[in-house]
T-cell receptor, first 110, second 114 residues
Framework: RKEVEQDPGPFNVPEGATVAFNCTYS??????FFWYRQDCRKEPKLLMS???SGNEDGRFTAQLNRASQYISLLIRDSKLSDSATYLC???????????FGKGTRLHILP | DVKVTQSSRYLVKRTGEKVFLECVQD?????MFWYRQDPGLGLRLIYF???????EKGDIPEGYSVSREKKERFSLILESASTNQTSMYLC?????????????FGDGTRLSIL
């Protein structure tokens, strides 16, 4: 099993819809989780941290499922500007090593 | 806001040249990182540094070296550039607790080796 795995997509979603995607991780000792957003030919930017109890930031909700070892990102009322690649980041619990997923591409359709 | 600045957005060099990529951060972060990002391969860690003059190899250090003489500056050096080092290079920085602190990225340098 890969250390961090994401569905590469693309997810093609109509504007206004709700979309969710997951990121699975293999190391049960992982402690820290983040979602980043990366626009085409730009750098990754932190979208939100993922807390054990789940957290919300506007239209974005992040959740952690330790039992099944995945994190999720849900986007409500999607906007055209949400089109991007979403990277999950996991601390794999060994020497504080951080692993980036390869990203999920999201296209919001008008 | 954290500011991570990379010296060039686009760079074209020739095979065999020695190439320097510079990165400066203004948040007094202890940790600094160099990644490369290639289609289908995602972000791969080349080197990182957790203090001045300290460096650790990442997953793909071959063909690269780094220098951290000052806390705010982390340089990536391609000793003898090769075409397979054509890539997007991203610098990042974070606070000392790597596992719990997010990394902040520079704009990236798109390097082409001819």
């Amino acid at each position: 099993r890969k250390e961090v795995e994401q569905d590469p997509g693309p997810f093609n979603v109509p504007e206004g819809a709700t979309v969710a995607f997951n990121c699975t991780y293999s190391n049960s000792a992982s402690q820290s989780f983040f979602w980043y957003r990366q626009d085409c030919r730009k750098e990754p930017k932190l979208l939100m941290s993922v807390y054990s109890s789940g957290n919300e930031d506007g239209r974005f909700t992040a959740q952690l499922n330790r039992a099944s070892q995945y994190i999720s990102l849900l986007i409500r009322d999607s906007k055209l500007s949400d089109s991007a690649t979403y990277l999950c980041v996991v601390n794999i619990g060994r020497d504080d090593k951080i692993i980036f997923g390869k990203g999920t591409r999201l296209h919001i359709l008008p | 806001d954290v500011k991570v600045t990379q010296s060039s957005r686009y760079l074209v060099k020739r095979t065999g040249e020695k190439v320097f990529l510079e990165c400066v951060q203004d948040m007094d972060h202890e940790n600094m990182f160099w990644y490369r990002q290639d289609p289908g391969l995602g972000l791969r860690l080349i080197y990182f540094s957790y203090d001045v003059k300290m460096k650790e190899k990442g997953d793909i250090p071959e063909g690269y070296s780094v220098s951290r003489e000052k806390k705010e500056r982390f340089s990536l050096i391609l000793e003898s550039a090769s075409t397979n080092q054509t890539s997007m290079y991203l610098c990042a920085s974070s606070w000392v607790d790597v596992s719990n602190q997010p990394q902040h990225f520079g704009d990236g340098t798109r390097l082409s080796i001819l």
